[in-house]
DNA sequence: AATCCGTCTATTTTT
DNA sequence: TAGACGGATT
């Protein structure tokens, strides 16, 4: 068929390969910019078009809500179907699905409310208070994390391994988290993952149908995938199908939340994949941008192998750069920006990344003063705000006026005369009675009592009005009724949250129109479908259709927080961290403050494979660019309030020599002591400071320096006198380390 | 109920 | 240095 054709036009050897793969598994080793979301849209395309599949067999994971639209659009823009008929999404996303759709069977309310990271901290911080258990004995946040990576490796509770008593406390406070959740119909994130797991493994019939159905999972960014997600990718799997994995073992950046590599060896061994496909023709850099990524990532060991080429020329040569501190090393890139600018370069075309966030100062101060527009990403997302969170609250109440952290959240605010006294009375009541804050309202009498009757009467309100008004009138309403919109007009800096919660209404009118869209239309296909499932497996219960736009809406926004950036639309030059960049590519990229210590991270290098991991996130920074890379660090940077000297970064040394150029000397990974008046962005302190080091036995701050046995280094801080004179050096290799200056065989470089 | 003050911490982040 | 948070104060 021609259309077919079509498709499969432009398409080289390897990508074809991948696409039209016919028989069992599949890995495809995708390297950066080597066209793996055209692979993966022209496989489903090919798959539909050819005959080889219905979309209603299709499954699609990805990691992003991003990342799922912009599958969806494409798919869209080749099939003349709508793409909501094919199971695409997130996995939170398709669990979600999955669950409301059987949530009997998973044992949910229909209605279950999704909680993000900071709805479980709070969720833990009530039981850790419920349960009388001391904020040290047992800090909320550590034991959000131990609760999480349970989780995120299959286990519950009772699975833990315990050994010792504060294991012992720790399980028992999982245990009462569960069952609090259980309680008031809550799921968190990772629960979203583990609950469609063990619905999936105990319910045969479901499963089954499940395995028939998705005769075809493609899967996107593999090497992200925890040890859940694997498991549960597995289980979906049945036999006759094809799971199609796509993912690159040297962008695996996120071990440190869960993600385990190893998965791809797993697969290719547990999946009996036949052939691992490699994509390593890069349609995105120059030739020196890519030896550069190349030769510097050759330095791991931990690698399925593979090497990046391309058709164009060379290209520029990156361009390395050593600044004498953060500041002048942000001037140096500004006058780049602006050198970029003249030769036509728009702001949006280039990006600076840095490893932590910390680092975006100096940078929007120079970008700043030079008048040159910048957005900076990270931050607060739309639905993390803490007003839209409040409305969320009030609304989530009023879809189950049993969901006590919203409960907790809304009752007095704003303000409302019901104190931490009612509320720990409240607690106490509903502790006693196993029920809901919400439910023991009845039980408080005289004052506190009664202004808990009338916030009781509130969310009854806000029920009726959520069961006949639409959902934007919904929305509207409860910011009125709730308060919220009175609050925010009396306060001072309350407009901008006021515009915000106006915001909301229409977040909630743009959603209901798209529901309504994907209901009708040729989503009816799937609506037919989602029907018979419901026929032959959630009998009696509530169908896909009759999950209230309410409840879509709030799952909505618990799985979608909205965008990452600050104001959008303009054209300005992007700064984000190198983990925010992955994914994304631009003309002109500047990696800054390759210092050791910071990039690679001194908390990296503790880790078992920490290293290499910081190796991926360089590879990952210096693959975005297209044409010009520049990279840079500086011999001095103002962190935490202290001037800390570095030494160049080992990841500098190894690019190729005669792939890049040094703008400066490049000299041995020395530095000299830097005078501070070269330093601007020094607090004037650091000059009495720097001054006052210098001491008879010769040594002084920013120094460099050799040791027989840590190597190169810098004096960091000086302390002490005479025989008793102390020297605290940060070592290349090393790290930092404190030296008796009589002792230690100090050699001043 | 709002505000102030001392303490603590500071890598990366999506769902 | 700066920001976030929790406890105490007004």
């Keep these: 068929m021609s259309t077919v054709q079509r498709f499969l036009e432009g398409l080289n050897p390897q990508q074809l390969a991948a696409v039209t793969e016919s028989t069992g598994h599949v890995l495809v080793l995708a390297g950066a910019g080597s066209g793996k979301t055209r692979v993966l849209t022209t496989r489903i395309a090919w798959l539909i078009h050819g005959g080889h599949a219905s979309a209603l067999q299709i499954l699609a994971v990805t990691f992003t809500n991003k990342a799922a639209r912009e599958m969806i659009d494409r798919i869209g823009a080749m099939l003349p179907i709508n793409p909501r008929a094919m199971w695409i999404g997130t996995f939170h996303g398709l669990c979600n699905r999955l669950l409301r759709l059987h ?64 294991d012992r406390l720790w399980v028992e406070l999982f245990e009462s988290y569960e069952r609090q ?24 019939p479901l499963r089954s149908h499940y395995q028939q159905r998705f005769r075809h999972i493609l899967v ?22 094809s799971v199609f994995a796509v993912g690159d073992d040297d962008q695996s950046i996120y071990r440190f939340r869960g993600a385990h590599v190893g998965n791809m060896a797993d697969f290719e061994r547990e999946f009996q994949v036949s052939q691992v496909i490699k994509l390593e023709q890069n349609y995105r850099s120059y030739g020196h941008i890519l030896e550069a990524a190349n030769r510097l990532i050759s330095h791991n060991a931990q690698r399925l ?3 990046l080429w391309t058709a164009e020329g ?4 990156p361009v390395l750069f050593e600044a004498a501190s953060d500041g002048l ?24 990344l840095y490893r932590s966030n910390a680092q975006s100062r100096v940078l929007e101060h120079a970008l700043f003063t030079a008048a040159v527009p910048y957005r900076v990403y990270g931050g607060l997302r739309f639905f993390e705000r803490a007003e839209i969170k409040n409305a969320l609250a009030y609304l989530r109440l009023a879809s189950n006026p049993h969901d006590d952290v919203s409960f907790a959240r809304a009752v007095n605010f704003p303000a409302r ?17 196993q029920c809901s804050l919400y439910a023991a309202i009845g039980s408080l009498a005289g004052r506190a009592g009664a202004s808990l009757a009338q916030f009781g009467r509130l969310i009854e309100a806000l029920q009726s009005a959520a069961s006949t008004q639409s959902l934007p009138e919904l929305v509207a309403s409860t910011i009125q009724q709730s308060g919220l919109a009175a609050h925010y007009a009396g306060e001072r800096e309350g407009q901008e949250r006021l515009e915000n919660l106006e915001e909301l209404v229409n977040a909630s009118t743009s959603f209901a129109a798209e529901q309504g869209y994907a209901a009708s239309a040729a989503g009816a296909a799937s609506a037919a479908e989602a029907d018979a499932e419901q026929a032959a497996f959630a009998a009696g219960a509530a169908s896909a259709a009759e999950v209230s736009p309410l409840t879509a809406f709030l799952a909505h926004a618990s799985l979608e927080a909205g965008d990452n950036q600050a104001g959008q639309g303009q054209d300005a030059l992007q700064l984000m961290t190198v983990h925010s960049a992955k994914g994304l590519e631009f003309d002109a990229v500047f990696i800054t403050g390759l210092e050791e210590g910071l990039f690679p991270h001194e908390n990296s290098l503790s880790e078992g494979g920490g290293l290499e991991e910081e190796r991926r996130l360089m590879y990952v920074a210096i693959t975005r660019a297209r044409k010009h890379l520049f990279v840079s660090f500086a011999q001095a940077r103002l962190l935490h309030g202290q001037t800390r000297y570095g030494i160049r970064s080992r990841f500098l040394d190894e690019l190729p020599p005669e792939s890049v150029r040094w703008l400066t000397p490049r000299r041995s990974r020395m530095p000299e002591p830097v005078p501070y008046w070269n330093a601007p962005a020094a607090p004037r302190g650091a000059m009495s400071t720097q001054a006052a080091a210098v001491a008879h036995h010769g040594f002084q701050v920013g120094q460099s320096v050799r040791h027989p046995k840590f190597g190169d280094g810098v004096v960091i801080r000086l302390q002490g006198a005479g025989g008793d004179a102390r020297a605290q050096i940060q070592f290349g290799q090393a790290g930092i380390k404190e030296l008796l200056l009589a002792v230690a065989k100090l050699e001043r470089a």
């Design 103 to 166: 949530h009997r069977d998973a044992q949910l309310p229909q209605g279950f409310q999704i909680l993000d990271s900071q709805d479980q901290l709070a969720a833990i911080k009530r039981m850790l208070k419920a349960a009388g258990v001391d904020d040290t004995r047992c800090p909320p946040r550590e034991l959000q994390m131990f609760i999480n990576s349970a989780k995120e490796a299959g286990l519950r509770a009772r699975e833990v391994e315990v050994n010792g008593g504060r």
């Design 314 to 317: 060379q290209g520029e040569r």
């Design 305 to 307: 192998g593979k090497n």
């Design 329 to 352: 090393e942000a001037s140096w890139i500004v006058e780049q920006v602006r050198q970029l600018s003249d030769a036509g370069l728009r702001p949006s075309d280039m990006a600076i």
């Design 220 to 241: 996107d960014e593999f090497q992200d995938t925890n040890v859940l997600q694997y498991r549960w990718l597995k289980l979906l799997a049945g036999p006759g199908s």
């Design 417 to 433: 005369g019901i104190g931490t006294r009612t509320l720990e009375q409240l607690q106490d009541a509903a502790a006693g009675a």
């Design 181 to 204: 959740c259980q309680r008031e119909g809550l799921v968190d994130f990772a629960e979203l993952l583990l609950r469609s797991y063990e619905l999936l493994s105990r319910n045969e």
